[in-house]
């Protein structure tokens, strides 16, 4: 074999080395950029990628893009006003979606801390959040997220309110209520005063006085109207019949629907279950041999009460 046959040799293998990379970044899809900062973020993920993977990678500069190469990386790279979002695309041979990922520069400035862990997710198809360390924060990532602030909205509430409890029948009671709530993004904080009175009814016993609320809530949908699930506590002065009164408390469960969130006004309506927790003296009438009766009053009952209420708040 003469010299000049060999040297031929040697440079087609170095050569075929070179166009069969198993990787090849293509040139990089700018917009809003010029064409120079393109190839700059082009070349620095060559070089990164390889760096990651100590394998051959190809770059749009050397070798015409995706020429023999086993995989290929699309990057698409955003300016709005300084900040540069870079996306990411590995694809294989069949053009395949292989994995992904996206990271925010600040400025070009930034360049040098998201293209080496951009690099990294790709090669080790991990999300760009693991690939974080206390050196490699960018500015965007260290800045606070952006959440919804508390919104009060006050109004008042009515409910119809039915008691029950077995062996005793009741009167249907009316509450009216101021009705404060604080929202948040994923539900609300509520407070509450107010007062409940029986409608009257022969025979029957009424449970009525004034009450505290204090619960909370969670949105299951974030949409104008809105379902919602929640619980809290009632601490109450009631009486029910025969001046059985004092301090009460109850715990109650409630789902409801919130209207027009995005409005100033809202309306809600919801079903509440409030279980007694401390109960109401029964008295039973006990008789004698004789005929004669007395009245005990050992015995509680604790009531469930079921409302329907309705509210308005701005």
Same mark, same amino acid.
């Given at each position: 074999m003469t010299r000049k046959t060999?040297?031929?040799? !040697? %440079?087609?293998?170095?050569?075929?080395? %070179?166009?069969?990379?198993?990787?090849?970044?293509?040139p990089v899809n700018g917009t809003n950029m010029s064409a120079g900062e393109a190839e700059a973020i082009a070349e620095l993920f060559v070089g990164a990628y390889a760096a990651e993977t100590l394998a051959p990678v190809s770059g749009p500069k050397n070798v015409p893009a995706g020429l023999d190469a086993q995989e290929t990386i699309e990057i698409n790279?955003?300016?709005?006003?300084?900040?540069?979002s870079l996306r990411a695309v590995l694809r294989g041979q069949n053009g395949e979606v292989l994995y992904q990922a996206t990271l925010t520069a600040t400025s070009m400035d930034d360049m040098d801390l998201v293209i080496p862990r951009l690099a990294k997710s790709l090669a080790k198809?991990?999300?760009?959040?693991?690939?974080?360390?206390i050196h490699t924060v960018t500015q965007t990532e260290a800045k606070p997220e952006n959440k919804i602030g508390t919104e009060k909205v006050m109004g008042l509430k009515t409910a119809l309110v039915i008691p029950m409890a077995k062996g005793i029948e009741f009167?249907?009671?009316?509450?009216?209520?101021?009705?404060?709530?604080?929202?948040?993004?994923?539900?609300?904080?509520?407070?509450?005063?107010?007062?409940?009175?029986?409608?009257?009814?022969?025979?029957?016993?009424?449970?009525?006085?004034?009450?505290?609320?204090?619960?909370?809530s969670l949105y299951l949908a974030d949409d104008s109207?809105?379902?919602?699930?929640?619980?809290?506590v009632v601490p109450r002065i009631f009486v029910s019949g025969d001046d059985d009164g004092g301090m009460r408390a109850g715990v109650y469960g409630q789902a409801g629907?919130?209207?027009?969130?995005? !409005?100033?006004?809202?309306?809600?309506?919801?079903?509440? %279950?409030?279980?007694?927790?401390?109960?109401?003296?029964?008295? %039973?009438?006990?008789?004698?041999?004789?005929?004669?009766?007395t009245e005990s009053s050992d015995e509680r009952y604790y009531p469930t009460e079921v409302g329907l209420q309705f509210g308005i708040g701005w």
């Open positions: 060999f040297v031929i040799l !040697s %440079v087609l293998m170095i050569s075929a080395r %070179v166009w069969a990379a198993p990787v090849s970044v293509l790279a955003i300016r709005l006003d300084q900040r540069i198809r991990i999300a760009p959040e693991a690939t974080q360390t009167e249907p009671a009316l509450t009216l209520q101021f009705d404060g709530r604080f929202e948040f993004e994923k539900g609300f904080f509520e407070i509450g005063a107010g007062a409940q009175l029986p409608t009257g009814g022969e025979g029957k016993k009424g449970i009525g006085g004034v009450f505290a609320e204090l619960g909370g109207m809105s379902p919602y699930v929640g619980a809290g629907l919130m209207m027009l969130r995005e !409005s100033s006004t809202r309306m809600y309506v919801e079903l509440r %279950v409030t279980q007694e927790a401390i109960g109401y003296e029964k008295q %039973v009438r006990v008789y004698d041999l004789y005929g004669s009766s």
